[in-house]
């Protein structure tokens, strides 16, 4: 594998000689199989992260809840499961999609600062594990469907907005005071004075998740030592610590992002001088995003004096993170025929109606590439197929799994009937 290309995939992506392979199948097999675009997944690359991650933070009592939102395909949601994990949910439907997939209800927790009380009342009746709460209407939502259903000692975790600023994108800062997330410390002072000794609600700990994509684990240390000074000042000794997730992945050559070993040294051991009894994780990003790629096929290609572009069959319905974050993915060819020529930049652009329609700006590929090549857009596997649409009334992809030599459907592509199924 090229210098470079080995920081975003592990040895279940790489290169054979001239040709791209998802584990043992070429990446334009696949193509040729299924179409394009196509969501492909690598199972063993899935079951090595989930690993390493169990690993990192093995010396601690921890309840490991995958982030739903970051691809809630019943298949890798089955693999997480049986693999021990709980799953961290933040709609009524995501919860659904959890009870589908297996999840112990006793392994599930309910995040999100807009929760509707059909939610509540949903997560209540099926016994999950805690909420995390953010808003302190929350409480009496819970306390009406525990009477309700005959239940004490909800168990629920507030969730702080510390005003930790991390370096990512503004976009997905989850801790600062301008966004919507979690209760200020004075907010969570008041909640924690007024429900002590409430039957229904058992406010055990904090939840402090405080974005996406850290590259580090110096804000977790920020973190810690605000809820060391909240809970001298009210008394209230946490027993549970929610961090949510974050870790950040490569998705390019020159993103440094610590090891997921270092996050778990550093975290466990200050858990464990807290005396906190529980730590909760919410991965989502780190266990799938590295885990898939997106195969796209060439439609066009248009050289301009200054400005290539290559026109492909995927856009920005089919994955949005360039056009809604900025976000770069690295983007390569399935067959490299380096030999027909040199190289050039070029914008991948895709077939919507719209300027930011791109899955890449300048990005290097051969100056050979034509019309019926396929390209591999890297570290697919989060908030991809999971935030992709139907705008341009354009069918969503299919996703497929690889194992070995073997691969799989794992979710159809849309037909165009499935676009207006719906409708009166």
Known sequence: MEKGIEVIFDGFFKYHKQDFYVEEIPAEIIAENYGTPCYVYSKNSLLS???????????????????????????????????????????????????????PPERIVFAGAGKKEDEIELAVRKKIYCFNIENEEEISMIEKYACRYRRKNILCNLRLNLDIDVDTHH?????????????????????????????????????????????????????????????DETGFRPEIIDIGGGFGIAYSSKDVISNIDAFGETITRSIRDMGIKT?????GRYIVGNTAVLLCKVLYVKKRQGKNF???????????????????????????????????????????????????????????????????????????????????????PCEVMVDGKKSCLIRKRESYSDLWKHES
């Open 310 to 396: 290559v026109i492909v069959d995927a856009g920005m319905n089919d994955l949005i993170r360039p056009a809604f974050y900025g976000s770069y993915h690295t983007i390569i060819p399935a067959r490299k025929n380096v030999k027909a020529g040199g190289w050039m930049k070029a914008d991948i652009v895709g077939p919507i109606c719209e300027t930011g329609d791109y899955l890449g700006k300048d990005i290097v590929v051969p100056d050979s590439v034509k019309k019926g090549d396929i390209l591999v857009v890297a570290s697919a596997g989060a908030y991809c197929f999971s935030m992709s649409s139907n705008y341009n009334s354009r069918p969503r």
């Open 279 to 283: 730590l909760i994780l919410e991965p």
């Open 171 to 231: 976009y997905v800062k989850t801790s600062t005071k301008e966004t919507k997330f979690g209760l200020d410390i004075f907010a969570a002072k008041d909640i924690l004075k007024k429900n002590m000794g409430n039957r229904y609600v058992n406010i055990k700990g904090f939840h402090l998740h405080l974005g996406s994509q850290l590259k580090d684990v110096s804000p977790y240390m920020r973190a810690f030592k605000e809820v060391r000074h909240l809970s």
């Open 49 to 103: 992260r989930i690993s390493s991650f169990k690993n990192a933070f093995r010396s601690v009592n921890s309840l490991v809840c995958y982030s739903v939102k970051a691809n809630s395909n019943q298949t890798i949601l089955k693999i997480l499961k049986k693999k021990g994990f709980g799953a961290d949910v933040v709609s009524g439907g995501e919860l659904h999609r959890a009870l589908l997939a297996g999840f």
